[in-house]
C-alpha cells in the first residue's frame, strides 16, 4: 500500500501563475478530500468526491481554485491565478465511503507564492 | 453544521508527565466518530485514536486515551507518560456516518514536551 501520493512535495511560484497540485488516492478508496491548513485558518475543508463526482466545493475560496478528478485514481487542485495569500500546505486525504474506515492522508504540498 | 473547538492554542508537558488536550464539537447527527490526529514537524497526519460516537467506553491506545462525555460534546485526549517525541500538533476531529462523510477539524493545539 503506497498511500496517498501528493506531486509536487514544494512548489515555489510567482504571482499570478497557474498552479496545479496532484493527488493519487489509495486503491479502493472512492472518497477523496482537498484540505488547506494555514496557521491562522487551521485545516480548512476545500472540496471533496465520491466516486469521482464533487459533492460539496462549498469550501473553495473562490473562482481562481478549481478541482477535478478525471478517474479513481487521480485529482488535481488548480488555483489560477494564484496569488501570496494562497501559500499554505495543501493535503490530499482518501478513504471508503459509506463503511467505518479511517481518513488517510498523503504528505501535502507546500504552495509558496510570492 | 459540524464544528469542533480546541481552546488551547499551545500546551506544554515535562517528560513522563501527563497532560490533557481539550476538544468540544457541535453536530446535529446521532451517528458520528472522533477522532485525534497528530501532525509532527514532518507535517505528516497521523491517527492517534479514534472514537465512535455510540460507545460509552473511552477509547485506550497505548499511552493514549480519551475521556468522551457525550451530553458535554466533548472529547479530550490525554497522554501518559509523555515523550519527546510526542511534540506535535494535535488536531481533534468528527467525521458523521452517512451523509457527507466530511471530516471536520479543529484549529490544533501545539504540545510541547520538556525534557
Known amino acids: 500500500d503506497a498511500g496517498v501520493i501528493q506531486s509536487p512535495r514544494h512548489e515555489v511560484t510567482e504571482m499570478g501563475q497557474e498552479v496545479t497540485l496532484r493527488c493519487k488516492p489509495i486503491s479502493g478508496h472512492n472518497s477523496l478530500f482537498w484540505y488547506r491548513q494555514t496557521m491562522m485558518r487551521g485545516l480548512e475543508l476545500l472540496i471533496y468526491f465520491n466516486n469521482n463526482v464533487p459533492i460539496d466545493d462549498s469550501g473553495m475560496p473562490e473562482d481562481r481554485f478549481s478541482a477535478k478528478m478525471p478517474n479513481a485514481s487521480f485529482s488535481t487542485l488548480k488555483i489560477q491565478p494564484s496569488e501570496p495569500r494562497d501559500s499554505a500546505v495543501y493535503f490530499c486525504?482518501?478513504?471508503?465511503?459509506?463503511?467505518?474506515?479511517?481518513?488517510?492522508f498523503g504528505n501535502g504540498t507546500r504552495l509558496t507564492v510570492t | 453544521a459540524q464544528t469542533v473547538t480546541q481552546s488551547q492554542p499551545e500546551m506544554s508537558v515535562q517528560e513522563a508527565e501527563t497532560v490533557t488536550l481539550s476538544c468540544t464539537y457541535d453536530?446535529?447527527?446521532?451517528?458520528?466518530?472522533l477522532f485525534w490526529y497528530k501532525q509532527p514537524p514532518s507535517r505528516q497526519m497521523i491517527l492517534v485514536i479514534r472514537?465512535?460516537?455510540?460507545?460509552?467506553q473511552n477509547a485506550t491506545e497505548n499511552r493514549f486515551s480519551v475521556n468522551f462525555q457525550k451530553a458535554a460534546k466533548s472529547f479530550s485526549l490525554k497522554i501518559s507518560d509523555s515523550q519527546l517525541g510526542d511534540a506535535a500538533m494535535y488536531f481533534c476531529?468528527?467525521?458523521?456516518?452517512?451523509?457527507?462523510?466530511?471530516?471536520?477539524f479543529g484549529k490544533g493545539t501545539k504540545l510541547t514536551v520538556n525534557p
Open positions: 476531529a468528527s467525521r458523521t456516518q452517512g451523509g457527507s462523510e466530511k471530516l471536520v
Open positions: 453536530t446535529s447527527e446521532s451517528d458520528y466518530y
Open positions: 486525504a482518501s478513504r471508503v465511503y459509506g463503511v467505518d474506515s479511517p481518513l488517510h
Open positions: 472514537q465512535e460516537a455510540y460507545k460509552q
